[in-house]
């Protein structure tokens, strides 16, 4: 009867059935149109080009499900692109420290914003939003807007670039190694279900004894440090760390999360989800490329998508609001 | 009405900058450095001025770069068909009411998160015109374009007319206007809103078309100033405006803030890139300091709060 | 069901020109899915008549009113205010043809003065209007005046308290010129002193024609105020009676009045008292909070024990509670458990120690809505049932069904959600989650608030078994009969102090005189 009832019963298989029935659509229609498309090389190749975008994905899945946001994910890509440049060039550390530096920096800056959230009580979206113009600020600042670290060892590139045994790419491992582990944090462990309550309601967790602040404080840490890991695998696919790397990729990350069918309100929501909405994102944009088709396109049926899903996944919620409004008065007029 | 603590702090913030300024870099008050800054603000803050309505119904429009870039390029595009100015500006106001009407309907009448349905469109206008427009600038303008025709300092003075009229029959219309008010209550609380006979969807809806037609008066503002029109214009412009939005006080949640608070907001932080400049200071930092302000603001903000309760 | 013949108060008041009833309902019906809500109800309001509305929880009182507001439109049956009959009615239309409704929860805008409240329900909808400030801040100042309200018209209502924007809203009914007010609760969250004043209030509205629907589960309320009363039963009016013959003397007895709600006789016993009284769980020595106004509390409960708490809302029961469970950590004090002295800066620090905290606001703290009734209770126990890391569903599964069947949690199953289920069950819920962690010291704050009557009984029931098995159990509650009924000791807080400990069972006089500050029971003055 309130507006609170309102809110979903976890419906996440309904919008992984849409997801799939997309994906599936996609390699239909691409396997006709795309040349090479339907290849198991190319298969990998998607993988590959999906890693750093699915990481930053993976990882705000957990922030989503809090009921918050962190649109700074992309911005601090780019600060430690240029971070771990700036380390291994100018202070002449071996990639590998600077790469663990990297994620510190990560991990600081995912730091800040839990903090901010935390401590002071801030809405993540203002929060973030700040954030994100301050590490992007710091990147440009460092690079001076024009600087751009190239040259990195072999040894590092391999990581973005190479190839395990059977035409795997190098950063396939570390991606499904981090998926697997988000998706067994999220969904098999007391701290993903922590998360859940606290989506649905801080202060009900709080009262149940939940330790929200620091929950929520390790979410933020974690998506900052996937950002330092996004940008090491970026810097190592693209061979060069600018500024301007990852500019955007935040609301990809959303876009993908909010696809899987995680409510932006948080609570309810899968990584299972997140997952297909990345492999529905990468399988569109690769098979319109090798279709001759305009990038563009790619963004502009990402739009058409996300707002496709969220249509779908609003009207499910009303009609299933509706049986459950019945089903309440059916069983409160039942005698005890 | 209200407590103005925060429209007082960040003009305070404001009055320091300035007066920083005219210590250390008094050539930053000279006339045309002064007018230069002022009209690159114009636009930023006619925006300003329209999420502000949007925000304080507690959704937010982050697809406002997206909607400007499409009404610039179509604004350059009819005065190149040669379309007189006193059509192309109506056109681009009523190419901005449409798509803010399109946003508006989706979180209004269909109940979509706002963030999310604007995250759609944003990404979706955007690359509609990289599609349609391939990258290219829109050239060969009519000298009317530019300036209006009317030459520099005369065009710097209506882009500025032209904003700060639009800013008082805001401050007037949500201040003293009936209509004005049920923002500020569809904002508060809806349900309430909705007992007490208001329609908060159609409220809502306005506003989003509002802060659309804005968006398209904001996009011809901007586009006079240049001798073509830019295709990736107003990118990051919703990053811009939101900061200057939050930053002037007004709540995330809805419901509470001014547009003189605002109007400090976006001041401020337009003052900061022209200030790295006079204070010789590396330019990049812009962004860096421009964030931090957005922190600090909102710390200091919850900070002085929490005192108080 | 049964026909009476109205005594004389009531005709007193048909004769004020009442023969046309302000508000007349036949037959209405209304169905949501495949669940009759409403089941031809008929029954009117007059002028200048208590008309008081009672029925359990789900009984279809709260579809009513959305049927007379106009928030939902009948299936069948028909409307008529003030003789006329209306077809089709939205709140807007509602509200011209003078309904209003004082909601639990005042329905205002938080952000905005209470002049402004007032100005945007009252005054024209025309958008386009300027504002006459002056003219509005007039106007709240003389409904302020009306409704005896000491209240700024330009304060900001979110620093108002419950009771003040209970009383902004009357203020808007009555500028709003209303003749039918609906009251759903009012007096849910109100002190003793404050619903004397909403009575007062009510009287004059009576006084001057106004009809008033009044909606309570405090039972003494309606035979204080109400001139007849209707009780709704499963969607069906069960009657309409009198309350009062013409000489002024009830015509019905409070036990009349429950078997008519529930359709059968319900013990209104409290349970016995425990004999088993152990040895000292909690002491609480000079206890106290600055923020939260919680004074030099001390106090003692022993195993077995139930210590009710009894006080005036504000009294700081409530916040005691919250220190206790370390939401508000003390600033000083001593609490010792079993004798140690423990240290309580977090609900887990509290958990640690065996304290277990059902709070007050069950919808918002005592439950999660949205998530399943198995999540629900496992969710204070969620290191123990999986051993720190690892979710494992069976486990889950079973603590659920066991707690469903010992606490009687009518649900479909542990997997369905806690917001579909009534009030007394998400209590039930909220009980059992604590349950779960096999609690040394239960603390409850106001466990059968919006409880159904059926239910209270079964969760007294329960709280004395669990005191029986060894718990010591701290009961705060606003509802007099119930921590007297309940309690072995009561408690008086006052303005965050504890102020006399009374034995149970004590006088109800005595217990409201010490949470008034006065010596004996019949002061008339305030404090």
Known sequence: MSTAISVGKPSWWRSEFFLVGVLLLEIAIFSRTGSNFATAINALEIVRLSAEIGLLAVWMTPVVLTGGIDLSVGSLLGLCAVCFGKLWRDAGLPWPVAAAATLVLGALGGGLNAMLITRLRLPPLIVTLGSLSLFRGLAEAITRGVDNFTGFPSGFLDWGQGYLVGGIPAQAPVWIAVAAGVIVLVHYTVFGRALRAIGHSPEGARYAGIAVNRCVAWVYVLSGTAAGLAALVYVARVGQAKADAGTGYELLAITAVVLGGTSIFGGTGSVWGTLLGVASLAVLRNGLQLSDQPGELAGILTGVLLLGALSAEVGFKKFSARRRASVTLASSNSPS | MKRFGRELSVTASLLVLLAVLAVTAPAFFGKQQLLATLTAAAPVLVVACGMTLVILVRQIDISVGSQFAVCSIIAGLMARAGYPMVLVVPASIATGALLGAFNGWLVAALGLPSIVVTLATFVSWRETLRWVREGEFVKDLPDRFQWLGMGQSAGQGVILAVAALVFALLVYGLGWIALGRRVYAVGSDREAARLAGIRPGRVTWGAFVVLGALVGLAAVLNAIRFADVDPKTGTGLEMQVIAGVVVGGVAVSGGRGTLWGVLAGVLLLACISPALVFLKLPPQWEKAIQGGIILVAVAADRGGRSRLS | ?527
């Open chain 3, 1 to 527: 069901m049964s026909r009476i013949d109205l005594p004389s108060e009531v005709e007193r008041n048909a004769e004020r020109g009442a023969e046309v009833p302000l508000l007349r309902l036949t037959g209405v019906t209304k169905s949501f899915g495949a669940v009759r809500a409403l089941k031809g109800v008929s029954f009117e309001l007059r002028a200048g008549e208590v008309h008081a509305l009672l029925g359990e929880n789900g009984a279809g009182k709260s579809t009513l009113i959305k049927v007379i507001t106009g928030a939902h439109a009948p299936d069948a049956g028909s409307i008529e205010i003030a003789g006329q009959s209306v077809m089709s009615l939205d709140p807007a239309q509602a509200h011209r043809l003078g309904i209003a409704c004082i909601y639990q929860q005042p329905a205002l805008f938080p952000d905005l003065t209470v002049a402004e409240n007032l100005g945007l329900r009252l005054e024209p909808s025309t958008a386009w209007r300027r504002i006459d400030f002056a003219q509005r801040r007039a106007r709240a100042v003389e409904l302020l005046r009306r409704v005896g309200a000491e209240i700024s018209p330009d304060a900001e209502v979110r620093s108002l308290s419950m009771p003040e924007q209970q009383l902004v809203e009357i203020a808007c009914a009555l500028g709003a010129g209303a003749r039918v007010i609906l009251m759903d609760e009012p007096t849910a969250s109100l002190t003793r002193r404050e619903v004397e004043r909403l009575f007062e209030l009510v009287r004059d509205l009576r006084r001057e024609g106004v009809g008033i629907l009044y909606i309570s589960h405090r039972l003494e309320e309606i035979f204080a105020l109400a001139d007849r009363v209707t009780v709704l039963r499963d969607g069906e009016s069960v009657g309409t009676r009198p309350v009062r013959d013409a000489r002024g003397r009830p015509t019905l007895t409070e036990s009349e009045l429950i078997r008519s709600m529930v359709g059968r006789e319900l013990n209104q016993l409290y349970p016995p008292r425990a004999h088993g009284i152990g040895e000292v769980v909690v002491s609480v020595r000079n206890l106290s909070c600055a923020a939260s106004g919680v004074c030099a509390v001390s106090l003692e409960i022993r195993s077995g024990e139930i210590l009710g708490l009894a006080g005036l809302v504000g009294a700081g029961r409530t916040e005691l509670a919250r220190v206790l469970f370390g939401l508000t950590p003390a600033d000083s004090g001593e609490i010792r458990i079993h004798g140690a002295v423990v240290m309580l800066r977090s609900p887990r620090d509290a958990m640690e120690q065996g304290i277990a905290y059902v709070p007050e606001d069950r919808r918002r703290h005592g439950v999660i809505l949205e998530m399943p009734v198995a999540h629900n209770v496992s969710l204070a126990v969620l290191g123990r049932l999986f051993r720190g890391v690892w979710l494992k569903p069976k486990p889950e599964q079973a603590l659920a069904l066991d707690l469903i069947s010992r606490l009687g949690v009518t649900c479909a199953g542990p997997q369905a959600l806690a917001g579909s289920l009534s009030g007394g069950n998400q209590q039930k819920v909220a009980l059992g989650r604590w349950l779960a962690t096999q609690p040394r010291w239960l603390i409850l704050d106001e466990p059968t608030q919006g409880v159904d009557v059926g239910a209270k009984g079964e969760i007294h029931k329960l709280i004395r078994d669990l005191a029986a098995s060894g718990l010591a159990v701290l009961l705060i509650s606003s509802d007099l009969p119930e921590v007297i009924g309940m309690s072995d000791r009561i408690g008086v807080m006052r303005d965050g102090r504890l102020v006399e400990v009374l034995p149970g069972g004590s006088n109800a006089s005595t217990v409201m005189a010490a949470a008034l500050g006065r010596s004996d029971g019949d002061g008339k003055e305030g404090v």
